[in-house]
T-cell receptor
């Protein structure tokens, strides 16, 4: 069974540009979570999508946004990039509410570097 | 709101020695606790989880953790470490809104 996949592996942008990160959940999983792992700040929750809807949002500005598609894959968009957005962005997925809703499976991450 | 404190940022340990990584949490509701491991340049891998039931939880790679409700702790242990256990370890608590709150992480360095 394929795990959570993320693309691209690395992304280099300049300040003010927009970045788009993609995530494909494990087959059968309907929830996708995004986390930011920035140096010195640890792992912070960004967004949660379930069944195509945004269910929860962490303490991040509105320029961090995303969506979930009908096939449950997800996109994270970061607008007006700032230097401090440089981080590893991790995507996780979990199953439906009746099964493994408690466990989140993580992808390998996208390393975003803002110059 | 949940929070997680990992009491040690760095833990150096010799190969085949035991290791314990300490984790304390604060939560006003039922808790679901997790330990994840992150190898260099990789994502997170679940080591073990506590959802309910037995307070001693066994995970992969010989790791185990004990949930202690009175001390609000969920310490991770391994009786004998290998070089390959060198990694960063994260304790996490899941809130009722399904998001995970992570500790700051503990870097374990295993030396021969």
């Amino acid at each position: 069974e394929a795990g959570v996949t993320q693309s691209p592996t690395h992304l280099i942008k300049t300040r003010g540009q927009q970045a788009t990160l993609r995530c494909s959940p494990i087959s059968g999983h309907t929830s996708v979570y995004w986390y930011q792992q920035a140096l010195g700040l640890g792992l912070q929750f960004l967004l949660w999508y379930d069944e195509g809807e945004e269910r929860n949002r962490g303490n991040f500005p509105p320029r961090f946004s995303g969506r979930q598609f009908p096939n449950y894959s997800s996109e994270l968009n970061v607008n007006a990039l700032e230097l401090e957005d440089s981080a590893l962005y991790l995507c996780a997925s979990s199953g439906d509410r009746e099964s493994s809703y408690n466990e989140q499976f993580f992808g390998p991450g996208t390393r975003l570097t803002v110059l | 709101a949940q929070s997680v404190t990992q009491l040690d940022s760095q833990v150096p340990v010799f190969e085949e020695a035991p290791v314990e990584l300490r984790c304390n949490y604060s939560s006003s509701v039922s808790v679901y606790l997790f330990w994840y491991v992150q190898y260099p340049n990789q994502g997170l891998q679940l080591l073990l989880k506590y959802l309910s039931g037995s307070t001693l939880v066994k995970g992969i790679n010989g790791f185990e953790a004990e949930f202690n409700k009175s001390q609000t702790s969920f310490h991770l242990r391994k009786p004998s470490v290998h070089i390959s256990d060198t990694a960063e370890y994260f304790c996490a608590v899941r809130s009722n809104d399904y998001k995970l709150s992570f500790g700051a992480g503990t870097t374990v360095t295993v030396r021969a």
